[in-house]
């Protein structure tokens, strides 16, 4: 398995190899299913449009449902204007939607087409919106495109109409999983904060099945409430990357004052959290949620043994694995090497200074990097574990150690859909996918007079 | 099946007029008395949610991809490249002291500062990395949408990087915006295939050699053929592509027959390299136990060896008798049952005998991207309108070779042999049809949507976009394109394995509790309250 990869490393700028990202507009499309009755459109060709459906339905194995502008190589010499209008009219008359959310990609892009004067010229039925995000395949990854999206849900719909606030504390939860919405909006219920989670794709990519499809599933944002996000008292957003700039146009547009703390996976960031919300509302801790607090404290003292010490490579997306990078530390875990494909120095900087504070000197952190740089750096310095999407099962297969799966894509397993790794629940997850697996690796291949029954 | 009728009225119903007038073309009902025409291959209608992918896809994806010792460097910015690898299942195997780039993926991940600036020297410079560290056997370049507004000039720069390097580099203008779908580019594919590899390196003769043309060993299908064919006695000299090697398609003009599998992606090579080199092509179908058995027979005839044909006759007796039963015991379970097949340019033809073979019979099916001749047969090619989308995908021309040509057998045996098999032929998809069952083309979501409730069919085979909508409507949905992640379906065990999947699919127990019992049960009055997790703040 991927023998033609040498050990050691030569000097590459140019071309890149496994790739530890994809392009801008896969992430706006997620997004954009996070409104209630959204129906995503790709402006560009239709390629495009039809990979990102076909990659978010292998990882959701749910339905993935997007309309694209179909560009010919007559729109891209008079520009994809009559495509996205016609588009647009098709979709609602047809599709009927109650808002359309348009991405671009690489190609509308470099024409150059004019969005904001396409949709002013386009007929929209009474009642109906389209909002749009410019998403650029060459600039960022995946992760900025989510960015980009969550960021134009607040320039096109967010208000401030009334007079103070409404009491609501925004929650942007970033490029999480379904499971990972319903899990952050657990911890604020159980807390009693009241709240608009935009966008929010729980029950909209991980929709039951009852014989009747629904195209429209129960799910997503009401645009309502997003429109009404101006009218919040404080917003978190969760991720830098993901989430930050929504945050900041909230604030801008709406005075909302934004708070930007990690994806709350792993113990502190699940605190950071839980304090955020208590200094914003107030109120006191449920019982409940002190003790799965303490039932996971007692699990990472009852079970450190199984993994601590323990090396492990970290490669995916900057939100999730600064936060996954925080938690194994935490354990008590040794990341050699963190690594991820979207571009950005602040990300380097953060990992950074969490080695310093672990006293990890040996460790490594690269940003804009891909997953050949991963092996290479794996083969020169070996680990106990990989954490990463399904993209490391090719190295973890290579070099003998297993894979724990977090983040996007998930192409070859279940379950990110439906169990959450934000939270101390999630925490917990976390831990009993981290020690399953190495404890099922020594299991595999210690000696026969090594086997234990209890472990 | 006058059901069907009624669907196509409910499909048009839901369309704006200009919309409808457009659809009502792309759909007809077989009627077997009549000469039927249908609308295939022309634009997209935008907003419509249409299955269909690019130019890049059908190029790269498809066609060059599988080619396991090249380095397939896609040009432009990290998407195209990330979401072809892996996942269309072409699998493939390194050659003795070879190499197989299958597993990775290699991109220029074009920057801003490339698409101001432009990208040629990153590419070139790319290309100089991918040599210094893979010293692979040859590489391609693929273009993607940008590159072609932005007029990089990716022809130069593979000429250049060739007379660097000392090894092929063949570059394809395969932006996603050329033509109407995936087909430009097997197109694209095919002329530079043809124009700068096919017949470029001589082989040892060997006898009964052959060429496998558009099988792209989906889940290892071509080894299942190739299997049983090796053990009849051919020399398999090339397979376009799947677990293709640079070498092996430069010598495939040394073989004697071409057997084309799927007419849309290859059919353009396949004449070619009749008209350069005389070797003849034969369509073939190797889905289905009849329809192989009747391919080898087809092959065997085209030989006319005695000993060739009592070993393909042994060969079929030994492999079906194998797999005899069990597809006796599953035909009986499946018998009745209808099936919907929607799939890229040829399966959705190609899987109808096997269905059949299982009890199973195809009410509705349709391309994607399939031109009027997959359709309707290769005659009405003549009169075939190429539009303007389309126009600018190159055709090129080839002309006898005068040093490699010669005829395999002789020409009057040629023309008294095409009597009775298809050479240059193909007859299409709507000829297989049963009078009444709907056919239909560049099927969106709506049409889907409707087709499955109204006809409720047992099966649909299609692809991964729809098969989870489909699913949530009660119906099992079989991938077609990637089988589920199973396979081989080619070949006799390719049917066995084709028919043991479907059967778990449409009889697994998860179907009967759909309907919970509390839905079911008059008796009962409880309420279902709303879902808690659709609450949107307490």
Known sequence: ?455 | MSGNKKVIDKILDVYPAKVMKNRKEHMLLKDGGKIQEIAANTRTIPGIITNRGCCYAGCKGVVIGPIVDMVHIVHGPVGCSYYAWGTRRNKGKARENGKNFLNYCFTTDMQESDIVFGGEKKLMAAIDEAVEIFNPRAISISATCPVGLIGDDIHKVAKNAKEKHGIPVLSFSCEGYKGVSQSAGHHIANNKLMQEVVGTMDAEKKTFSINLLGEYNIGGDEWEISRVLQKIGYNVVCTMTGNGSYDDIAKSHNADLNLVQCHRSINYIADMIETKYGLPWMKVNFIGVENFTQSLRNMAKFFGDPELLARTEEVIAEETSDIEEEMETIRQKLEGKTAVLYVGGSRAHHYQGLLKELGISTVVAGYEFAHRDDYEGRDIIPYIKIDADSRNIEEIKVEKDEKNYFLRIPEDRLEELKKELPFNQYEGLIKDMEDGSLVIDDLNHIETEIIVKALKPSIVGSGVKDKYIIQKMGVYSKQLHSYDYSGPYAGYKGAINFARDIAAGMLTPAWSYITAPWRKEPLLTGKVSNMEGAESAC
């Open chain 1, 1 to 455: 398995m991927l023998d033609l990869t040498p050990k050691k490393r030569t000097e590459r700028s140019n071309l890149k190899v496994n790739p530890a990202k994809t392009c801008q507009p896969i992430g706006a499309m997620y997004a954009a299913l996070g409104i209630h009755k959204c129906l995503p459109h790709s402006h560009g060709s239709q390629g495009c449009c039809s990979y990102h459906r076909m990659h978010l339905t292998r990882h959701y194995r749910d339905p993935i449902v997007a309309s694209t502008s179909s560009f010919t190589e007559g729109s891209c010499v008079f520009g994809g204007k009559a495509n996205l209008s016609k588009g647009i009219e098709n979709v609602f008359e047809i599709y009927n939607p109650d808002i359309i959310a348009v991405n671009t990609t690489c190609l509308s892009e470099t024409i150059g087409d004019d969005l904001t004067e396409i949709i002013r010229a386009t007929k929209i039925p009474e009642g109906k919106k389209v909002i749009y995000a410019n998403t650029p395949s060459y600039v960022g990854s995946h992760v900025t495109g989510f960015a980009n999206m969550a960021k134009a849900m607040v320039t096109h719909l967010s208000k401030k109409t009334a007079e103070g606030s409404n009491g609501k504390v925004n929650l942007i939860p970033g490029y999480v999983e379904p499971s990972d919405m319903m899990e952050i909006k657990r911890l604020a219920k159980l807390l009693k904060v009241p709240n608009t989670m935009f966008p929010d794709t729980s029950n909209v990519v991980s929709t039951p099945n009852t014989g009747k499809y629904e195209m429209y599933p129960e799910g997503g944002t009401p645009i309502a409430d997003i429109v009404d996000a101006g009218n919040a008292k404080a917003t978190i957003a969760m991720g830098k990357f993901c989430s930050e700039p929504a945050a900041f146009e909230l604030e801008k547009l709406c005075e909302v004052q934004p708070h930007v703390l990690k994806t709350p996976i792993g113990i502190k960031a699940t605190d950071a959290f839980v304090m955020q919300l208590l200094e914003l509302n107030g109120g006191n801790i449920p019982k409940e949620l002190e003790f799965e607090r303490g039932q996971l404290v007692d699990v990472m003292v009852d079970v450190h043994n199984h993994y601590h010490g323990k090396k492990v490579g970290i490669f995916g997306d900057p939100d999730i694995i600064l936060a996954v990078t925080e938690f194994v530390i935490d354990l008590g875990m040794v990341p050699t090497i963190v690594l991820t494909g979207t571009p950005g120095k602040q990300f380097e900087a953060e990992v950074s200074a969490m080695f310093a504070e672990a006293g990890l000197t040996d460790s490594v952190v690269m940003a804009d990097a891909d997953l050949m740089t991963f092996h290479q750096m794996i083969k020169e310095t070996p680990v106990d574990m990989i954490i990463g999407n399904t993209y490391g099962k090719f190295i973890a297969r290579a070099e003998d150690v297993p894979l724990v799966r977090v983040g996007f894509p998930i192409l070859d397993r279940m379950g990110h859909s439906y169990f959450p790794l934000v939270g101390y629940r999630g925490a917990l997850r976390l831990i009993e996918k981290i020690s399953n697996a190495l404890l099922d690796k020594m299991d595999m291949t210690c000696a026969d007079e090594d086997f234990e029954l209890v472990m």
